[in-house]
C-alpha cells in the first residue's frame, strides 16, 4: 500500500525501468533504503515484501521469481539500525529470490549520526552490490565482471554516452 509521495516515487521509479526495458529485460534490483523504517524492522519486512512483488508484477515477472532482488545493509555505525540490518540478512525468508550486502566497516558522510555513506564506503557498498551480482549470474552459468570503477574527479556532473543517447546527472 503506497500513498502520497511514495506512490509518486514508486511511479516514477516504475516509468524508468518500463523505460529501460526497451533494451532488455531486467534481471535484477538493487535496493538500499529503509531509514525511515528502521524503527520497524517487522512492518517493513511486510512493506519491502509487498514492494518487490508489484515491482516483479508491473515489469512483467509472472511468476514472480524472474527479477533477483539485492538489498543493503543500512549504516552500521548507527546501533538504531542494528535490529533492521539484521533483519535485512534475513530478507531470503521473506522474499523470494533474494539477497543481501553487508554495510560492515563502512563509515558515514558527515558524522556518526548521519545515516548516509561517505564517498569510499559508497564506492565499497558499489563492490558489493556488484560482486553478489556476479556471483547470482555466476550460478546461472552466465559469465559476468565488473567494467567500470568510480574515481574521484573535481566535476559535478556525470555523463554517459553511449547508443542509446547521453545522459547527464
Known amino acids: 500500500d503506497y500513498t502520497g509521495n511514495a506512490e509518486q516515487l514508486y511511479q516514477r521509479t516504475?516509468?524508468?525501468?518500463?523505460a529501460?526495458?526497451?533494451?532488455?529485460?531486467?534481471?535484477?534490483?538493487?535496493?538500499h533504503q529503509g531509514?525511515?523504517?528502521?524503527n520497524d524492522p517487522e512492518g517493513y519486512k511486510n512493506k519491502l515484501n509487498t514492494l518487490v512483488t508489484d515491482f516483479r508484477t508491473d515489469l512483467g515477472d509472472v511468476d514472480n521469481s524472474q527479477i533477483f532482488f539485492i538489498a543493503g545493509q543500512l549504516g552500521a555505525w548507527r546501533s538504531s539500525v542494528a535490529a533492521f540490518n539484521q533483519m535485512i540478512t534475513t530478507?531470503?525468508?521473506?522474499?523470494?529470490?533474494a539477497d543481501w550486502v553487508s554495510?560492515?566497516?563502512?563509515?558515514?558522510?558527515?558524522?556518526?549520526?548521519d545515516p548516509h555513506f561517505d564517498r569510499e564506503s559508497n564506492v565499497l557498498l558499489g563492490e558489493r552490490y556488484a560482486e553478489k551480482v556476479i556471483a547470482i549470474s555466476e550460478s546461472f552459468g552466465i559469465p559476468a565482471q565488473i567494467v567500470g570503477r568510480i574515481e574521484a574527479c573535481e566535476q559535478t556532473e556525470l555523463i554517459i554516452k553511449s547508443e542509446f543517447g547521453e545522459f547527464r546527472y
Open 91 to 97: 530478507i531470503s525468508t521473506f522474499v523470494e529470490n
Open 103 to 113: 554495510s560492515e566497516g563502512l563509515t558515514p558522510w558527515k558524522d556518526e549520526s
Open 14 to 18: 516504475l516509468e524508468r525501468a518500463k
Open 20 to 31: 529501460a526495458q526497451k533494451w532488455g529485460d531486467i534481471k535484477g534490483i538493487i535496493w
Open 35 to 38: 531509514c525511515s523504517n528502521s
